[in-house]
């Protein structure tokens, strides 16, 4: 039976990512060994969509607010790649994680399980 969800985020520097997931973000983790930190996530749910090609998966965070969490995260430092879009099944944008990469950011709008 499937007890959990494992993500990983590839960083060309692991150090800042980490640090931004646990200091910037301030999600709980534990220290697996010698620094390598395992986040616990909020709440999670998968969709999975139609592709011409299989093997790309996507990661995102989500929010009750995206203005508000964006202000939030700008005073924090977090810096954006994309302003805030209407998308029709939310309001999307993208943050820079810190030595890795882009992470998208929305307000839902569809149903979602954990309602």
Do not use: N
Request: glycine share 10%; with cysteine; hydrophobic share 45%.
């Amino acid at each position: 039976m499937i007890t959990g969800l494992h993500s990983i985020v590839y960083a060309q520097d692991a150090e800042r990512a980490r640090d931004f997931f646990r200091d910037v973000l301030g999600l709980p983790f534990v220290d697996a060994h010698d620094g390598w930190l395992i986040f616990a996530a909020p709440p999670t749910e998968i969709a999975v969509h139609p592709a011409e090609e299989s093997g790309r998966h996507e990661l995102y965070l989500m929010c009750d607010d995206v203005e508000a969490t964006v202000a939030e995260l700008t005073a924090k430092g977090v810096e954006f790649a994309a302003g805030i879009e209407d998308v029709g099944w939310g309001l999307l944008t993208r943050l820079r994680i810190p030595g890795g990469g882009e992470l998208g950011l929305y307000q839902p709008r569809h149903a979602s399980p954990l309602a």
